[in-house]
């Protein structure tokens, strides 16, 4: 089954999971009880299963093998007692979590809130003056920053280094999409000191990294609808949001497959190539750069999308952008033996215009992809990655975002050393014109 049966089929099961966190909303009205509920799953075994049905909780439903129950916190601790193993899966279920994030305990647990970064992006750039700077690239519609980390060596100096960019949350909903750019940005910091290879692509580039483009539809998923994709503008029919990853400057509405006219649409372009914010910030930002290369982050589908989006045509220099996909790739496995597929993104996913990579590629030839990071499928828990996936999947992406950014470093020196080498090596078209940087 290829990656767009798979999530056609999955359609089905993200309706029912929508149902279900939908009506979970009068939860908390119905219940007297004031102690906090929960979501929890266990194992579906028939020895444990026995011992579970004895004790009397509110099982709501199985799937994937598994048992889903309502618990309060008193029902949690008879379970700890019995040491019966369960998973929290409170994040799949955002309205009963409600009461917690005002206490305090954090909604979106591991994962950052707005607030939550900007309080870590300022701590890294506290801790590491020489290396991390904060700049703000773009204020979002509800007046939020967005922000973009410098990670160089002498951090404050505009030095002739290639430079790398690395975005996250286009899409509100993909919250493991900040955490991997973010945990790039820290390792990179934290390890400088004490790792060579790190210390010498540091030394040698400026990587710049934007975890959070939409704050604002990020907010959204945290605060009413775990779904929610796009931005927050309020369109002329009344409707909200637009696709920040359809509202791109080239191909901009090409067809109305790749991206809808329509408001109320998942897929809204908005009303004109760059109407917004997000995208704003990302077109000056990448004019006034000189990037060599570039990852966008996303989630599900476990691929590396290089463009076309709006065509299934291939682009200039396809065994480039496919070389490097195959590189990245074959980096990625065996950190936990998850397979990366990768290849043109409108052939092997499905067609989209007015995406990032497509103009990032079309403005300046820089090798650009998109990565679609786990699960591959919603079966595997789709857009809503687990606290404890964080982890495995930053470090399987981590060997991808170092060899991009040293490839960067090294088709640099070559084209700085050897113009004719550059140009049978790296024929991207407008690569050349990018090495007169300054
Ligand atoms: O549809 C998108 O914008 C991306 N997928 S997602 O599920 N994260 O929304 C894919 C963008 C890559 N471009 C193409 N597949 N053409
Ligand atoms: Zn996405």
């Known amino acids: 089954m290829n990656v767009r049966e798979r999530k056609m089929k999955a359609r089905t099961i993200i309706l029912a999971f929508v149902l279900l966190a939908l009506s979970s909303l009068i939860l908390p009205a119905l219940d007297e009880d004031k102690a906090p509920l ?126 790398v960019l690395f975005l996250g949350c286009h899409h509100a909903r993909e919250w493991i999409s900040v955490e991997v750019p973010f945990l790039l940005a820290k390792h990179l910091l934290e390890n400088y000191a004490f790792n060579a290879d790190v210390r010498r692509i540091v030394n040698q580039s400026e990587i710049w990294i934007v975890p959070m483009l939409n704050p604002d539809g990020l907010e959204y998923s945290i605060h009413y609808y775990r779904y929610w994709r796009k931005n927050r503008r309020l369109n002329a029919d009344g409707s909200y949001g637009v696709d920040i990853n359809r509202n791109y400057g080239y191909a901009w509405g090409y067809d109305d497959n790749g991206s809808s006219p329509e408001p109320a649409a998942d897929v809204y372009r908005g009303s004109a190539p760059f109407s917004e914010p997000e995208t704003r910030a990302i077109r000056d930002f990448v004019q006034q750069k000189h990037f060599r290369a570039m990852i966008t982050y996303h989630s599900y589908s476990q691929v590396i999308l290089y463009p076309w989006g709006y065509t299934k045509t291939p682009p200039p220099n396809e065994p480039l952008l496919n070389g490097i996909a195959a590189s990245m790739s074959q980096l990625m496995n065996p950190v936990n033996g998850r397979t990366y597929g990768y290849g043109e993104s409108g052939a092997s996913l499905y067609l989209t215009n007015g995406d990032a990579t497509d103009w990032i590629f079309s403005a300046s030839g820089m090798p650009a992809y998109t990565v679609e990071l786990p699960p591959v499928d919603q079966l595997q828990g789709g857009f809503f990655n687990t606290e404890t996936d964080i982890g495995p999947i930053f470090n399987e992406n981590l060997p991808a975002a170092l060899y991009l950014i040293d490839w960067s470093i090294q088709n640099f020196r070559r084209a700085l050393r050897r113009p004719q080498e550059r140009e049978a090596k790296a024929p991207i078209n407008k690569m050349a014109r990018s090495s007169k940087k300054r």
């Open 38 to 163: 929960n979501i929890i799953s266990v194992e579906k075994n028939s020895s444990l299963e026995k011992k579970l049905r004895s004790m009397d909780l509110d099982l709501l439903f199985e799937w994937e093998g598994r048992i889903f129950i309502l618990a309060r916190d008193p029902d949690l601790l008879a379970l700890d007692k019995l040491n019966f193993p369960y998973t929290y899966e409170n994040h799949r279920f955002p309205p009963l979590h409600q009461d917690r994030f005002y206490a305090q305990t954090n909604l979106n647990g591991a994962y950052h809130s707005y607030k939550e970064l900007e309080t870590d992006l300022q701590a890294l750039e506290r801790f590491y003056p020489q290396l991390a700077r904060i700049f703000t690239i773009g204020t979002t519609l509800e007046n939020r920053k967005i922000y973009a980390l410098k990670i160089s060596a002498n951090v404050s100096q505009d030095e002739n280094e290639p430079e």
